[in-house]
């Protein structure tokens, strides 16, 4: 079976078709989907908005493959209900454990284990917040590739490994995304799948018993 695992896509209005494309041949490849997380962005598009967009076209193809749809910061299940997002996803939760191939997986996004926007002191962050930090995000990224993600992002997949580290059994994988910050470290039971924006697609493959993380570039 291929598992597929992705999270922080921040589908947002307007529509982006490259990035469209890309998801579709991925998501083809798969027998089963688990988005963990910031699918969508409720900060900038309201589900009603993002539905209305050519976004829905992927609802089919996400059906088809039994998606499991683990809930972010930016697609909180308060920003919709669950009748809603069964249009592309079969289970929704906050947390998914599954045993994959002999292994037991944790899926959970992230932002419960280390909240980023109530650091900063803004439990719903303004619009310009949110589009401010983008923007930056998206010309550091497309310079320095994830290099900047990792200078300041590092230190909360540090407080994930600890909680991994407490909480889980050995042998047990936790995924978590929300950072932004990709890492694969299997030593410490952790793998970070990234995020999928700005033309650079990170993303992990359960597939034969192995856990394998990939990343190219779709633009």
């Known amino acids: 079976m291929n598992v597929l695992v992705f999270s922080d896509t921040h589908l947002t209005v307007p529509f982006e078709q490259e990035k469209y494309n890309f998801l579709v041949r991925l998501i083809k490849k798969a027998d089963t989907v688990i988005i963990n997380g910031d699918f969508w962005d409720g900060y900038l598009t309201d589900y009603k908005t993002f539905v209305r967009s050519s976004w829905v076209k992927?609802?089919?193809?996400?059906?088809?493959?039994?998606?499991?749809?683990?809930?972010?910061?930016?697609?909180?299940?308060?920003?919709?209900?669950?009748?809603?997002?069964?249009?592309?996803?079969?289970?929704?939760?906050?947390?998914?454990?599954?045993?994959?191939?002999?292994?037991?997986?944790v899926f959970q996004h992230g932002n419960r284990i280390t909240p980023f926007f109530e650091e900063l002191g803004f439990y719903?962050?303004?619009?310009?917040?949110?589009?401010?930090?983008?923007?930056?995000?998206?010309?550091?990224?497309?310079?320095f590739r994830n290099k900047y993600i990792g200078l300041i992002s590092q230190k909360y997949n540090n407080k994930m490994k600890r909680y991994a580290k407490k909480h889980l059994k050995p042998g047990e994988l936790l995924f978590c995304g929300?950072?932004?910050?990709?890492?694969?470290?299997?030593?410490?039971?952790?793998?970070?799948?990234?995020f999928i924006r700005y033309g650079l697609a990170q993303y992990v493959w359960i597939r034969n018993g192995k856990v394998e993380f990939q990343e190219e570039w779709y633009e």
């Open 58 to 105: 992927l609802f089919p193809l996400l059906k088809e493959k039994h998606t499991v749809y683990v809930y972010g910061n930016h697609d909180k299940a308060s920003f919709t209900n669950t009748n809603q997002v069964s249009q592309f996803s079969d289970i929704q939760t906050v947390v998914y454990r599954a045993t994959i191939d002999g292994t037991t997986c």
């Open 124 to 143: 719903h962050p303004p619009k310009i917040v949110i589009s401010l930090l983008n923007f930056i995000e998206k010309i550091m990224t497309r310079v």
């Open 178 to 194: 929300h950072t932004h910050c990709a890492e694969f470290d299997l030593q410490h039971q952790f793998v970070n799948t990234g």
